[in-house]
Nanobody, 119 residues
Framework: VQLQASGGGLVQAGGSLRLSCVFA????????MAWFRQAPGKEREFVAK????????YYAESVKGRSVISRDNAKNTVSLQVNRLKPEDTAVYYC?????????????WGKGTQVTVSS
């Protein structure tokens, strides 16, 4: 299985970004999907997750209300829209696949995409 994240970049505070992750090598709709992020010097942290059919989503408090996670099972893609970006959102963002609602099991990780928010 391969996960390829894209969409990161440099953006000013208050702006928006849409991250995408393409899944290949297995049945995408069999996996819950999630986004995590890791800022310099900090541990990787959970950002958002979405269930296999896209019905259920869950967000970290740090992004709740200004982020939307979505998926397109026909295109094997999961996306994360983050609005009203803050400098503290600066991190490498990773997509992951696994069982994330009935249990917590992360099976696959992507390589990450850098998001830098300037103040």
């Amino acid at each position: 299985v391969q996960l390829q994240a894209s969409g990161g970049g440099l953006v000013q505070a208050g702006g928006s970004l849409r991250l995408s992750c393409v899944f290949a090598g297995s049945t995408f709709s069999s996996y819950d999907m999630a986004w995590f992020r890791q800022a310099p010097g900090k541990e990787r942290e959970f950002v958002a997750k979405i269930s296999r059919a896209g019905v259920t989503t869950y967000y970290a408090e740090s992004v709740k209300g200004r982020s939307v996670i979505s998926r397109d099972n026909a295109k094997n893609t999961v996306s994360l829209q983050v609005n009203r970006l803050k400098p503290e959102d600066t991190a490498v963002y990773y997509c992951a696949a696994g069982v994330l609602f009935a249990a917590i099991r992360l099976d696959y990780w992507g390589k990450g995409t850098q998001v830098t928010v300037s103040s």
